[in-house]
């Protein structure tokens, strides 16, 4: 598959003209219908998935989602009533039809109730508690101890919508806000699908954008399979070498996880072999289908060559050209999202302090330390590896226990850093985006935009640390001058997650298309994070620019003897 033709196809997409469509159908489509006319137009003008008439239906409710179980518990001696084999058909189906209204209805009842909507064609019914998992579906008893050592309770609306879904064989595209059970809403359907360990290879593939989250889910994967012993594994634990050593080896694993990276090079080298896969996830899609990871997700595609695959994608937030390009590639996809779109969740107190420039960050840092308001764990976010260091050594400076995670520590620092974090030995961790996406640290209370986010999905998935799994958490986002033409962004987020926003902020100007644009590509400049004052830092930048030019001068000195020495040596052969 070539996605980048598929893209191509997408820049053509009418945006303009889909925008406002777009905007119209979202809120309005978890209500009742009112205009059936107007509403079958519209959705047959917006049509995501080119079936617009079985998606008209679903919402307008003239078709339903049916099971045969859901129809026959009409009792039968109702219908035997009925005198005349004319009367009796009449009145079976006549019973069927209110039967069938009646169950519908009541679904439409529960999803609206949990904010599940959904899009496509013959979708299934969602899962009410844990328990259908073994009365509908006959899940194998490990998989329910597992929930239940683990406290679940009930499935998260996600979870309801998702997993009915998947274990009917469907592709999907699932939306639903920050820590919310994305992962367990797939975990769950591929373990019962994958029905036990078999030595066939590799048959369930997750493609994560970092190593860290590929870890994390790893070790989800492992929680929920106690019990039987599947082989999971992770390209980091299982080298490559192992992989190409002996074939029998390669046959013995049944789920990957992954990044893109990682795979693509084993895929090239071929070390591994996925032709077997049955599931693709793409956890945190939107990022695996943007530029950076797109070459990369596409090969891995073109390996994944069993007819019978089934693609699912998750995200807190898809832009609708990531998900008009999803849909190029997914057969008869059904969409599911959760609450709004794009929405950070309501569970965050979100907060934006304006901090003039760039020094009254730290100063604003300080005074949240004087007045106890930095309660551990704490996360803070800034745009480059290089500020990542800089604050590092300001908060060291004020006995904070911090640490710092980016890409250009090692492997092992990372993990280290990953595991004290969970542990609770470091109370405040600074991170580059690194962490931004996925991470799901128990408890941080609060999330520091130290930079501001470069993207409104950034701030989405970065405040999403906190606030998980329906606690409470908050959110503080530091802006300077040269941020505010941006401020709109997240203003529009926090209004739409119920945050109480001032007027004049909602008065604001969105940026245009192309300054977000500048912004996603290049961050703000800024001044580097320092409190020494500019005297001490001009010393310090002179001394280094002495020294430098003194080892310059060395060099120059050796090359030159150097050569005088082989002229010699030339001279008297
Ligand atoms: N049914 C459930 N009941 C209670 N807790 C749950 C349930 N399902 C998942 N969780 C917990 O919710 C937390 C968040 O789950 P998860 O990491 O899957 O979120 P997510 O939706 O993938 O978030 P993100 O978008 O940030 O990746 C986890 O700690 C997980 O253990």
Known sequence: MDLFRILGTGAKFNKKRFNEDIGLFEPTSTQETKDPDSQTNLIQEIDFFHNSKRATDEVLGTKHTKTEEQIVNFSEDQIAQSNSDENEKEHKSSFIRSNEIAIHEDVKVFRKRHQIRVYGTDIPDPLRSFSELETKYDFQSYIIRNLESMAYDQPTPIQMQVVPTMLHGRDIMAMAPTGSGKTLAYILPILHDLKGPEKVGYRALIISPTRELEQQIYRDFKRMSVGKSYKICTLTRVTAATQSQDPR????????????????????????????VRHLILDEADKLLELGFLEQTDEIFAACANPKLQKSLFSATLPSGVETLANSFMKDPIRVVIGLKNAATDTIKQKLVYVGQEEGKLIAIRQLIQQGGLKPPVLIFVQSIERA??????????????????????????????????????????????????????????????DFPQSVQSYIHRIGRTGRAGKSGEAVTFYTKDDAPYLKIIVNVMKDSGCEVPDWMLKLKNPTKESKHQLRKKPIKRKTIDTRSYYDIKKIKRKREIIEASKRRKARKLSTSAKEKSTMTNEKS
Do not use: C
């Open 389 to 450: 260091k800089e604050l590092f050594h300001e908060l060291i400076y004020d006995g904070i226990n911090v640490d710092v995670i980016h890409s250009e520590r090692t492997k092992a620092q990372r993990d280290a850093v990953v595991l004290s974090f969970r542990q609770g030995k470091i109370w405040v961790l600074i991170s580059t985006e690194l962490m931004a996406r996925g991470m799901d640290f128990k408890g941080v209370n609060l999330v520091i935009n130290y």
């Open 249 to 276: 080896l390669r046959k013995k694993f049944d789920i990957l996880i992954s990044t893109p990276l990682r795979l693509v090079r084993a895929i090239q080298q071929e070390n591994i072999d996925l032709k077997n």
